[in-house]
């Protein structure tokens, strides 16, 4: 596997590699993962099998790191082509030119996960330029990257649908990234309340997830504003890190509601983080630009209700659930929903009960069972495409 990020950048790419990574492992199959240092974590305690490359920051994004063209060809230049029998390209950066020029040399097949919906988000990036030229760009850039690759790997039916609506040509698999065992171990909700102060029958609302312009945020803050008039003692937690805090923390302000917002941070997703889940009543969710939505399943794997819209890979998560409140884009809409599920405490252990069950279908090891066979399917076809042009 080939990655520009990993942790201890936290995000939804990192979690995914980690998780298919582990199930990987013990399915028993060999899984290197080459991506860059973090200089604020040298030494995170990696297995044997990551491979850490030297790295520079990114221009205007100070969470990111591009890892050294030169050293990753020169750790690379050892490979032999037994050594390697598929390349797992991860992310859309040098991670792929890289990762294609080592996988021709080779001679191994490429898979690509396509992990981000670029045309709803780059223009938050480059802000000089037109909405609408960033659009075309980044279709452009996503069709030139997928005819390089013999398989794409979608996390969501939807992205594979704007995929194919772009005019990818390339076989496309849905497959998206599960729940590790760890997240249905119960956290502890009343120890996170009492550690933050927060009054055990407060009723508390929650998003987590990168704190980004793409994340829809900013309308999760306005609808707070409209909840309070239902549910007036409403606490919502921001959790997570990430380039529009300032932007969110000035627009809580503005509205009002600093005493009902407490930004929390990136947390330890096997301790703290399933404290927090289970602290909430309700995950509210907006994203407009999720190519899976991880955090939902991670909610209901902690019996939190889910309040969310359903776009793009959220849609795919929700699609005939029990134990979530799908409602649309709209601040009284949502707000009513959030408030149906806050306000009524026999409604929201029904839906509890419902998703632990509904989180039970999305468990990882299946899924990384079926990465197996797909790799298995890509190196017989390639194999057999030699035999066809030798």
Known sequence: MVSDVYFPRVNGVSTSIQTFRQDLLGLGHACTLIAPQYPQAPHIADDADIVRIPSWQVPRDPEDRAFNWNEFMRHTSRLRPEDVDVVHIQTPFLAHYAGVRVA????????????????HYLHHYVPALPASWMKALARRFTVSQCHDVQTVISPSRQMAEALRAYGVETPIEVLPTGLPAGCFAPGHGANFRAAHGIDP????????????????IDFLVRMLARLRSKVPDVLLIIA???????HIRQLVSSLGLDAHVLFKGYMDRTTTLLDCYNAADAFVFASRTETQGLVLLEAMAQGTPVVSTAVMGTADVLAGVKGAVVVPEDIEAFSDGVASVLRDPAKRMLLAEFAREDAQRWTSRSMAERLSRLYENVIEADVLRSVVTS
């Open 104 to 119: 021709r040399r080779l001679g191994a097949p490429i898979v690509e996960t396509y992990h981000t919906y670029f045309e």
């Open 201 to 216: 029958q407060r009723p508390v609302a929650l998003f987590v997830g990168r704190v980004a312009h793409e994340k829809n």
């Open 240 to 246: 997570g890190e990430g380039p529009a805090e300032s």
